[in-house]
């Protein structure tokens, strides 16, 4: 069992920053591969960015690429997202989620557990 805790969500202005961080515990976090969704009120959850057990294989959803940037540290079991250039239609639920498997994934259905969310709002 692993467990989840997103932290880092918040209001800021368009342009703007925010840093996400998810908080691991129960298991060897370098066995899990992770990832950061989205959803927004009224769309289907979506794929943000996700990260390899080892940290050196990243994918991001097109649309974020070259503004949000997943890291990962394994002596922490933590993970981030740095979100720079912040737009209204980023604003969300962000979660992080855990993948039994070093491998990464866009796939929602691939990651077995999900932190609670933590909300980004952007205004322009």
């Known amino acids: 069992q692993v467990q989840l805790v997103e932290s880092g969500g918040g209001s800021v202005q368009s342009g703007g920053s925010l840093r996400l961080s998810c908080a691991a515990s129960?298991?060897?976090?370098?066995?899990?591969?992770m990832g950061w969704f989205r959803q927004a009120p009224g769309k289907e959850r979506e794929f943000v960015a996700a990260?390899?057990?080892?940290?050196?294989?990243?994918r991001y959803a097109a649309s974020v690429k070259g503004r949000f940037t997943i890291s990962r540290d394994n002596v922490r079991s933590a993970a981030y997202l740095q979100m720079n250039s912040l737009k209204p239609e980023d604003t969300a639920v962000y979660y992080c989620a855990a993948k039994r498997s070093r491998y990464e994934s866009s796939w929602s259905e691939e990651y077995d557990y999900w932190g609670q969310g933590t909300q980004v709002t952007v205004s322009s």
């Open positions: 129960g298991r060897t976090f370098s066995d899990f591969a």
């Open positions: 990260v390899s057990g080892s940290g050196g294989v990243t």
